[in-house]
């Protein structure tokens, strides 16, 4: 099945700082999305995006589906910004997502 | 748009009995709907895959008579988890799809078997 690794694994920030997040994948996909989990558990959609560049605010992603990866731009981290980001992917007609490992993100005041 | 309801979010059992926990999609209707289990601190884990008005169809090393599911309607699937035990302790996550590939996820039940 297909791999997806995520990096980093741990980010620490300091408020109003940017980042980059990246999702790797080992096989060609007709699904991605990225998620942020907050403290309590919840998933929300951040992105859908098997391909291309999408934005929304302070966040944007790219998908280079050829070369198979995926990048989440956070800028002017905000302490709220703290939580898990993952990475899912699909590559068949099952829908199944298969997840990466997450990045777990601290903004610090 | 594309909200997903959990019920309970949060149950304590005792070991051996069966807790159901219900996943709903409230303003679209899902064809298929997914069960997850995380665990603390780590990914989330797919279970099994559930459609309407067929027999789910479970991940390799997921027991299909312990962890029963029923997707009886376009808008509800739920899991139960029989004769629980405390490794069976985790937080469990349903996802609904839309018309294309994106899905959504409920905000997770939190199971504690004493």
């Known amino acids: 099945g297909i791999q997806v690794e995520q990096s980093p694994p741990d980010l620490i920030l300091q408020e109003g700082a940017n980042s980059t997040l990246r999702c790797n994948f080992s096989?060609?996909?007709?699904?991605l999305q990225w998620f942020h989990q907050n403290p309590w558990g919840q998933l929300i959609n951040l992105f859908y995006?098997?391909?291309g560049t999408k934005q929304n605010g302070r966040l944007s992603a790219t998908t280079v589906a050829t070369e198979r990866y995926s990048l989440l731009y956070i800028s002017s981290s905000q302490t709220t910004d703290s939580g898990v980001y993952f990475c899912?992917?699909?590559?068949?007609?099952?829908?199944?997502?298969?997840f990466g490992s997450g990045t777990r993100l601290l903004v610090r005041p | 748009g594309a909200v997903v309801s959990q019920h309970p979010s949060r149950v304590i059992c005792k070991s051996g009995t069966s807790v159901k926990i219900e996943c709903r999609s409230l303003?679209?209707?899902?064809?298929?709907m997914f069960w997850y289990r995380q665990f603390p601190k780590k990914s989330l884990m797919l279970m099994a895959t559930s459609n309407e008005g067929s027999k789910a169809t479970y991940e390799q090393g997921v027991e299909k008579d312990k962890f029963l599911i029923n997707h009886a309607s376009l808008t509800l699937s739920t899991l139960t988890v029989t004769s629980a035990h405390p490794e069976d302790s985790s937080f469990y996550i349903c996802?609904?799809?839309?018309?294309?590939?994106?899905?959504?996820f409920g905000p997770g039940t939190r199971l504690t078997v004493t």
């Open positions: 995006i098997p391909s």
């Open positions: 303003d679209f209707q899902a064809t298929t």
């Open positions: 096989d060609s996909v007709n699904n």
């Open positions: 899912a992917v699909g590559g068949d007609s099952s829908y199944k997502l298969i």
């Open positions: 996802s609904a799809r839309v018309a294309s590939f994106e899905q959504y």
